[in-house]
């Protein structure tokens, strides 16, 4: 039989091995939580250059980037239909006078290409936090 020196010894050797295990993960975690950040960051920087080169060259953009623009300066344009049909509508309805209706009021088109992008967020916390639990609803649990 091992004396308890021996227990005490490997119990302590799990211990060690067990925490250097969880800081292992704790690193792995920080690490993928780095590397969603810096991917944001990368997809973000995309949309800013796009925006900046539709901004710029748009309206006579080179060979590869023709399809892509046509698309965006179609969308806006139907947008902006669709903005017209709003103001008529709401014209001949006088939707603006009935009680309750938050409707929406087009406002001017923002200068995509001048907007600021916004700094990456920070991780929240070093620890991977617990998913949240849902309870039913009181009418739920008493079907059965």
Not at 72 to 83: D, H, P, V
Not at 89 to 109: H, K, L, Q, S
Request: glycine letters at 6%; hydrophobic letters at 40%.
């Amino acid at each position: 039989m091992a004396s308890f020196e021996e227990l005490r010894a490997k119990a302590l050797d799990l211990a060690q091995a067990g925490a250097a295990k969880a800081k292992e993960l704790t690193d792995i975690a920080k690490l993928n939580i780095a590397n969603s950040s810096e991917e944001d960051t990368i997809r973000k920087a995309y949309i800013d250059l796009g925006k900046l080169y539709y901004a710029e060259r748009g309206m006579a953009p080179e060979g590869a980037y023709m399809a892509l623009c046509e698309k965006i300066t179609a969308a806006k344009q139907r947008i902006e239909e669709n903005k017209a049909k709003i103001a008529e509508m709401r014209a001949a309805g006088n939707i603006d006078d009935i009680p309750g209706y938050g409707g929406y009021t087009p406002g001017p088109e923002t200068d995509l290409a001048a907007e600021e992008p916004a700094a990456p967020e920070a991780p929240a916390a070093d620890v991977p936090q617990e998913p949240k639990v849902v309870e039913p609803l009181a009418d739920e649990k008493n079907k059965d």
